[in-house]
């Protein structure tokens, strides 16, 4: 379950040290160092290239309903390590909000066809990456809409939580494992839309 | 979906080839060679100390409701790779069965913990071994009654079939990942009972 404290679930961090401990990761922070390895690799290539994001609603915040006000901005402070348009799922409008960096959070009502189109308008030639979370990820596999996706395996049982493939016929909507690599700390799994 | 053509479902096979290439594998069934590498270890390790074994009935074979005759033996010929007793679960009685090579086939009707005492007199000293298939891991899981379990991660996407850890609360029940071993064809979880 996701709260303030939680933004990924309860015990969700314990998915990511893969990440965490990268120096991709330390940079977008401000921070120096980090591990290089395999890891550090992998989590680079999904940086490259990116000229919009599309995250849905709960990876954006922790708010439900209808928004209160505009007191809430992501969870990741003035500036977020976006750098980008970011477009953000939502049932309930709310005006763009530009913050540090370049990143701006566009907030889309009209559902995942519209956000990818404005996503896509955005990016000019880059590419598009969503972000998350696994809801907003199935609803676009679903559609078949997704080219490539780099799933991280870190074996752990957190006991509960959303699931990413179940009930899903993954080959059915033409996606296959096209890569495995494995890391230091998870197993990098690339799934591409074969047809 | 389990048939005569397909024990393991259709695609089953293909989760299995850090298994099928090994060197274990193919002594089991006679066969010179195979891979010596981390897979062939783990695949080693599995077999080391069994004292006998519990299957689940799918696993033996794909015979369902009253057994119609004796002439199902199992999926493995004259003489299985098991060379102890094994434990088969299932609603319908049926003798013993004495198989070349030591394996004998006693079918358990009393459900899954007279199956593990039945398997543990059995096997004295030695470990029992749950060779499957899902639904009868998930009962022992259930039930807490599974000290160690290898878990090969092979990642492909079948589009369907049963899901080992879905809606379990596996560490509610006590478990925990307490090893994890890239091999050369599948990546080795080890989840072990800790309370």
Redesign the interface.
């Known amino acids: 379950m996701q709260d303030l404290q939680n933004p990924l679930g309860v015990g969700g961090f314990e998915l990511f040290p893969w990440f965490l401990n990268s120096r991709v990761w330390r940079r977008m922070h401000g921070l120096d160092g980090g591990e290089t390895g395999v890891d550090n690799q992998m989590a680079e290539r999904g940086f490259e290239g990116i000229g919009a994001w599309i995250l849905g609603r709960n990876m954006f915040g922790p708010v439900r309903g209808p928004w209160p006000d505009e007191s809430w901005k992501g969870w990741w402070g003035e500036e977020p390590p976006y750098h980008t348009p970011v477009f953000v799922l939502t049932h309930h409008p709310r005006p763009p909000l530009r913050m540090a960096g370049g990143t701006e959070f566009r907030f889309v009502t009209e559902g995942i066809h519209a956000a990818l189109e404005q996503a896509r308008a955005a990016a000019g030639p880059a590419d598009v990456r969503i972000g998350g979370g696994v809801a907003t990820i199935r609803q676009y596999l679903e559609g078949r809409l997704i080219d490539d996706l780099h799933?991280a395996?870190r074996?752990?049982?957190?006991?509960?939580g959303e699931?990413l493939?179940?009930e899903l016929?993954?080959?059915?909507l033409g996606?296959?494992?096209t890569e495995?690599v494995?890391g230091e700390r998870a197993?990098h799994?690339m799934?591409s839309r074969l047809d």
């Open positions: 799933f395996v074996p752990i049982f957190l006991g509960a699931q493939w179940s016929d993954v080959p059915g996606y296959q494992v495995v494995p197993t799994v799934v």
